[in-house]
T-cell receptor, first 114, second 115 residues
Framework: AQSVTQLGSHVSVSEGALVLLRCNYS??????LFWYVQYPNQGLQLLLK??????LVKGINGFEAEFKKSETSFHLTKPSAHMSDAAEYFC????????????FGKGTKLTVNP | GAGVSQSPSNKVTEKGKDVELRCDPI?????LYWYRQSLGQGLEFLIY????????KSGLPSDRFSAERTGGSVSTLTIQRTQQEDSAVYLC?????????????FGPGTRLTVT
């Protein structure tokens, strides 16, 4: 069965600083991995996804993530934080069982300080 | 184009009452998912539809929960005899096809409060 662990339920950075949100996964099959962002009182929006091919994936809003099989990780980064990046971020893995349902981590709330 | 819509946006109900939550997926999307988001449990899968059939109901927490989809479009999640632990945000998502690489588009959710 697939599972996701997000280290750090809360992360705080200064505006302009590097954003690093950590995600480790467990999967019995080659994983399909996703990062979603949720702004207050809104649904989830896909930031980026990894399926196959290039392990460095670029997404929207300047975010990127690198799939590292040896470390079972899929950390999300952004070189320079913006105030508008303040939100909750969820890492997810597709269970690839046929329903393609997503198994989510607990989420990391990102605060950006001026 | 229009995204996934859900209604109502907020629902307050008394313990023991039945509630119905509605999801309108993106037009043409064949796959539809229900998830539940709560403080204690995070985001949990409930049920998956492909067309009008539900091949994966493994996430429904009890037989008080049921869902249907009609016309390959609108879906309704019904919770009977609501309990306080049912309080959560219920999210619906749709996808254009089966296939693990397809993005799931989420609606804004229905916040259910059981008093």
């Amino acid at each position: 069965a697939q599972s996701v662990t997000q280290l750090g339920s809360h992360v705080s950075v200064s505006e302009g600083a590097l954003v690093l949100l950590r995600c480790n996964y467990s999967s019995s099959v080659p994983p399909y991995l996703f990062w979603y962002v949720q702004y207050p009182n809104q649904g989830l929006q896909l930031l980026l996804k990894y399926t196959t091919g290039a392990t460095l994936v670029k997404g929207i809003n300047g975010f990127e993530a690198e799939f590292k099989k040896s470390e079972t990780s899929f950390h999300l980064t952004k070189p320079s934080a913006h105030m508008s990046d303040a939100a909750e971020y969820f890492c997810a893995v597709s269970d690839r069982s046929g329903s393609e349902k997503l198994v989510f981590g607990k989420g990391t709330k990102l605060t950006v300080n001026p | 184009g229009a995204g996934v819509s859900q209604s109502p946006s907020n629902k307050v109900t008394e313990k023991g009452k039945d509630v119905e939550l509605r999801c309108d997926p993106i037009s043409g999307h064949t796959a539809l998912y229900w998830y539940r988001q709560s403080l204690g449990q995070g985001l949990e899968f409930l049920i998956y539809f492909q067309g009008n059939s539900a091949p994966d109901k493994s996430g429904l927490p009890s037989d008080r929960f049921s869902a249907e989809r009609t016309g390959g479009s609108v879906s309704t999640l019904t919770i009977q005899r609501t309990q306080q632990e049912d309080s959560a945000v219920y999210l619906c998502a749709s996808s254009s096809n089966r296939g693990w690489a397809y993005e799931q588009y989420f609606g804004p959710g229905t916040r259910l409060t059981v008093t």
